[in-house]
């Protein structure tokens, strides 16, 4: 199940049979990390479909809680996609992925969507929300981002793995 152990900002989880370290800041991403905003049933659902060696898309990774997890679990033989346009968001997921010395994550910093180019994205400010939209929001911080299809970043991914396999 899940256990917490909280030291100086930042937050260990066990989440099944592996460890993961993330940070906290504030309380709200204290609440986010450790609530896993009440998803924890789904993720360790999901965790238990996921083997060793598979590729998993994290669309909307956000601060990398559930990347984090799928990442252990592939192990060294899989990959994790993390989709995360939001650009604190993105950093604060590529600082977990060093938290955990994690190598087989990619992180992709651009919206997923049916069609290429420019969106405004809606962003929550407030400390450890995490909470975006492509919906006018008007209490939110409105950003450009880039959009890409889904089908595009699995060629470009599958070219380039491909590359680096004939090298």
Same mark, same amino acid.
């Given at each position: 199940? =899940?256990? =917490?152990?909280?030291?100086?900002?930042?937050?260990?989880?066990?989440?099944?049979?592996?460890?993961?370290?993330?940070?906290?800041?504030?309380?709200?991403?204290?609440?986010?990390?450790?609530?896993?905003?009440?998803?924890?049933?789904?993720?360790?659902?999901?965790?238990?479909?996921?083997?060793?060696?598979?590729?998993?898309?994290?669309?909307?990774?956000?601060?990398?809680?559930?990347?984090?997890?799928?990442?252990?679990?592939?192990?060294?033989?899989?990959?994790?996609?993390?989709?995360?346009?939001?650009?604190?968001?993105?950093?604060?997921?590529?600082?977990?992925?060093?938290?955990?010395?994690?190598?087989?994550?990619?992180?992709?910093?651009?919206?997923?969507?049916?069609?290429?180019?420019?969106?405004?994205?809606?962003?929550?400010?407030?400390?450890?929300?995490?909470?975006?939209?492509?919906?006018?929001?008007?209490?939110?911080?409105?950003?450009?981002?880039?959009?890409?299809?889904?089908?595009?970043?699995?060629?470009?991914?599958?070219?380039?793995?491909?590359?680096?396999?004939?090298?």
């Amino acid at each position: 199940r =899940l256990r =917490l152990l909280l030291t100086a900002g930042r937050v260990s989880l066990r989440l099944g049979q592996a460890r993961a370290r993330f940070l906290a800041s504030s309380v709200g991403e204290l609440q986010r990390v450790t609530t896993l905003m009440g998803e924890r049933e789904l993720l360790e659902r999901v965790l238990r479909m996921v083997r060793p060696g598979e590729v998993v898309y994290d669309v909307g990774a956000n601060v990398g809680t559930h990347a984090v997890a799928f990442a252990l679990r592939v192990g060294p033989a899989g990959r994790v996609i993390a989709f995360e346009p939001e650009p604190a968001m993105a950093e604060r997921l590529q600082e977990h992925i060093g938290l955990n010395h994690l190598r087989n994550v990619t992180i992709v910093r651009r919206a997923l969507g049916r069609e290429a180019g420019q969106r405004t994205l809606y962003v929550d400010r407030r400390p450890g929300s995490g909470r975006h939209t492509l919906s006018y929001e008007p209490a939110y911080a409105p950003i450009s981002v880039e959009m890409v299809p889904g089908d595009a970043v699995v060629e470009t991914l599958r070219f380039m793995s491909k590359q680096q396999g004939s090298n």
